[in-house]
């Protein structure tokens, strides 16, 4: 079973930028896509960024699109999430998630369902 541990989240200023990390240990990091979601209080856990397992096919959640940029190393079991341009509606725990092995296409309606090892997740605060 692949652990994940992110770290990097801390508070910055609405225009700021800020860059998270994900180790993975355990597991096949390789094998898996990998996906950051966020949650804020109140609200439900968002999609925002899929990386798939050869890195090629990188995926954004709508209102992240053109300002925040995934990436992974295999090599070294690192997954980055470099976010630009911060807004306050930024802000929430950021989580690093491991899909199920074997997992092809899927529904974005289920796209939550299909990542089942999660990390402890970071917080990021967007506020001036």
């Known amino acids: 079973q692949v652990q994940l541990v992110e770290s990097g989240g801390g508070l910055v200023q609405p225009g700021g930028s800020l860059t998270l990390s994900c180790v993975a240990s355990?597991?096949?990091?390789?094998?898996?896509?990998i996906g950051w979601f966020r949650q804020s209080p109140g609200s439900e856990r968002e999609f925002v960024a899929e990386?798939?397992?050869?890195?090629?096919?990188?995926d954004y959640g709508e209102f992240v699109k053109g300002r925040f940029t995934i990436s992974r190393n295999n090599a070294n079991n690192t997954v980055w999430l470099q976010m630009n341009n911060l807004t306050p509606d930024d802000s929430g725990v950021y989580y690093c998630?491991?899909?199920?092995?074997?997992?092809?296409?899927?529904?974005?309606?289920?796209?939550?369902?299909?990542?089942?090892?999660w990390g402890q997740g970071t917080q990021v605060t967007v506020s001036s």
């Open positions: 998630a491991a899909q199920k092995e074997g997992v092809g296409m899927v529904l974005k309606v289920k796209r939550l369902s299909s990542y089942v090892y």
């Open positions: 355990g597991g096949t990091f390789s094998q898996h896509a």
């Open positions: 990386i798939k397992k050869n890195g090629r096919m990188p």
